[in-house]
């Protein structure tokens, strides 16, 4: 009887294992097919994308009215529709004809980039993250890399328009999936003893991810997933390309974070299938699981150990060290979450430049934050930190002795806390000869003998003294307006004549 048994047992095992391989082979050979179609649907997304293309540059040609384009660039909303099997997997789309038309789009059209950069975003309880995430992204940015950049982002609908020279420029993308997009979330079966609100903020974010996803695929070469509550260390535009272009055409997800879904690229070739294998699961489980999951079907064998399956997986998802971005947010935007992660391959951010300054006295009427001192900023050994300022505020190195400066730089706000910058605010040199009424220098004078030398343009002021100046007693940043944002100066070098 006991050998019955073990037969029985054994010959139950083997069933299973059938069963199983059977279903996994089905399972395969429908992301193949779903694969194949995909890249069909790619071809059409890209001629049709054309031409809108075309469309818009025809309007643009003939009319200074921009609300047409708007309009032609609601088209690409349309694109969705040609992923195979997606009202299959949200058959609650078929009700609303305008599903998978975002309600909000703002874009300038821009296309053939080589990186898009997504950005979900919802509206939090107790902080948004979301200024001080697109600062730290635009912050080291140059405009060559700007131009070859789309940033979208997905926002809730009564998100106000920031970074308004961004969005004019293009490089700045908002949208708004409807609320038709989303299903009836409410009904939701509750897994790995999640809550039900956790189950549906989840859920919802699957989606989110989805839509960003599909709407961003026909931009550019690369899609970057990012979120609303990150930092970004200096060059990291060209950090990714550099790493992407140097990997063979086999990987299917690139990490510059090993936090969740921060931080990893993808070829926006490849996102009509990634994302219709999350559309299959988003109700399931969270996105980095269904990722790796995807990776699991891809390329494990279900007869071999786990071992030997991450070393296959290994092969699609390659890691990039030091991680690129940091989280930083501490209120998740599901309400009540806490979540103080952090990336521990992310390293410390250079917060500060030093460089060696001439001799000079230094005073401020701001009110400084702790150790921050404007003494140790001039001296190279930290950044400058201080409360918002108020018009009248200023900023002033007084030199020793008399001495004859080149040029100036002064830098505001860093990686960190980039929204600190100084705005509306002038660049001053007291010239030692103080006799002359100004005139000579080509520069307008203030009441009380200063030259306005500079201005802040974006936190940054920089420029060359005249030599008709001569010799400069002091240099002074006068601050115009009241500011609702703390001040930083990461970089305060003058360059003095040889």
């Not at 309600?103 to 300038?108: K, L, M």
């Not at 879904?261 to 926006?268: D, R, W, Y």
Request: hydrophobic share 35%.
């Amino acid at each position: 009887p006991r050998f019955l048994s073990l037969s029985l047992y054994g010959l139950l095992c083997k069933l299973l294992i059938i069963q199983y391989q059977t279903e996994f082979l089905e399972l395969r050979q429908r992301l193949l097919y779903a694969e194949k179609e995909n890249k069909k649907r790619s071809k059409e997304l890209s001629s049709a994308l054309d031409e809108i293309k075309r469309v818009v540059e025809k309007r643009e040609n003939s009319t200074g009215n921009h609300t047409g384009l708007w309009n032609v660039l609601n088209l690409t909303s349309k694109l969705f529709m040609h992923l195979a099997n997606m009202y299959y997997y949200l058959p609650h789309l078929q009700e609303h004809e305008d599903s998978l038309r975002p309600n909000v789009v703002i874009s300038q059209g821009r296309t053939g980039v080589s990186l898009v950069m997504g950005i979900p975003t919802v509206k939090r309880e107790k902080q948004s993250y979301l200024i001080d995430t697109l600062n730290s992204l635009f912050f080291d940015a140059s405009e060559e890399q700007k131009n070859d950049c789309v940033y979208g982002k997905s926002a809730y609908s009564n998100n106000k328009i920031i970074f308004p020279n961004e969005v004019q420029s293009g490089v700045l993308e908002v949208i708004s999936p409807p609320a038709s997009y989303y299903p009836d979330l409410s009904t939701l079966k509750e897994t790995f003893g999640d809550s039900k609100e956790r189950v549906r903020w989840r859920t919802k974010q699957n989606l989110d991810y989805s839509f960003l996803m599909l709407y961003a695929q026909p931009k550019g070469t690369f899609y970057l997933q990012l979120e609303d509550d990150i930092i970004a260390k200096p060059q990291y535009i060209q950090s990714v390309k550099s790493f992407a272009l140097k990997q063979s055409s086999e990987w299917m997800v690139l990490e510059f974070s090993q936090l969740g879904f921060i931080g990893k690229l993808f070829k926006s070739e490849d996102l009509p299938f990634i994302v219709e294998f999350f559309l299959m699961f988003y109700k399931d489980k969270p996105i980095d699981w269904l990722l790796d999951h995807l990776l699991w079907v891809k390329v494990c064998n279900p007869e071999k150990d786990a071992k030997h399956c991450d070393k296959q997986k290994a092969h699609l998802r390659i890691r990039s060290k030091p991680s690129l971005f940091q989280h930083v947010g501490f209120h998740s935007s599901l309400a009540g979450k806490i979540q103080n992660l952090k990336d521990k391959d992310f390293g410390k951010n250079a917060l500060h430049k030093a460089h060696v300054n001439p001799p000079a006295t230094v005073t401020t009427s701001l009110k400084v934050y702790q150790h921050y001192t404007l003494e140790r900023a001039y001296e190279g050994k930290d950044f400058f930190w201080a409360f918002a300022p108020v018009a009248g505020d200023y900023i002033l190195f007084s030199f020793l002795e008399p001495l004859t400066v080149e040029g100036y730089l002064f830098k505001s706000g860093n990686i960190e806390h980039p929204g600190d910058k100084l705005n509306n605010s002038t660049v001053e040199a007291l010239p030692a000869d103080s006799a002359d009424n100004g005139s000579k220098y080509n520069y307008q004078r203030t009441k009380d003998g200063y030259l306005k030398i500079g201005i802040f343009e974006n936190g940054v002021a920089e420029g060359i003294i005249s030599p008709s100046v001569g010799k400069i007693q002091a240099i002074r940043l006068s601050i115009h307006s009241n500011s609702s944002v703390w001040v930083l100066l990461n970089e305060v070098p003058g360059k003095k004549a040889n």
